[in-house]
């Protein structure tokens, strides 16, 4: 827990974010228990882009 105290504020919005996602999709799979596969998926939707997104063309 110490560890989270010492993180930049950002990193830590991002791990609740991830955790949330994650939580959210075990609850449209009515899961109780949040699979790795879970936080992959709350992973890639909050902080890994697809690498065809490049801001210079938007």
């Given at each position: 827990?110490?560890?989270l105290f010492s993180l930049p504020v950002?990193?830590q919005?991002?791990i609740?974010a991830?955790?949330?996602e994650?939580?959210?999709?075990?609850v449209?799979?009515?899961?109780?228990?949040?699979l790795?596969?879970?936080?992959?998926?709350?992973?890639?939707?909050?902080?890994k882009?697809?690498d065809?997104?490049?801001?210079?063309?938007?």
């Open positions: 827990m110490h560890i950002l990193v919005l991002q609740a991830i955790c949330q994650a939580g959210m999709h075990a449209r799979k009515n899961r109780y228990v949040i790795p596969k879970d936080f992959e998926k709350g992973y890639r939707a909050n902080v882009k697809p065809t997104d490049f801001e210079f063309y938007k």
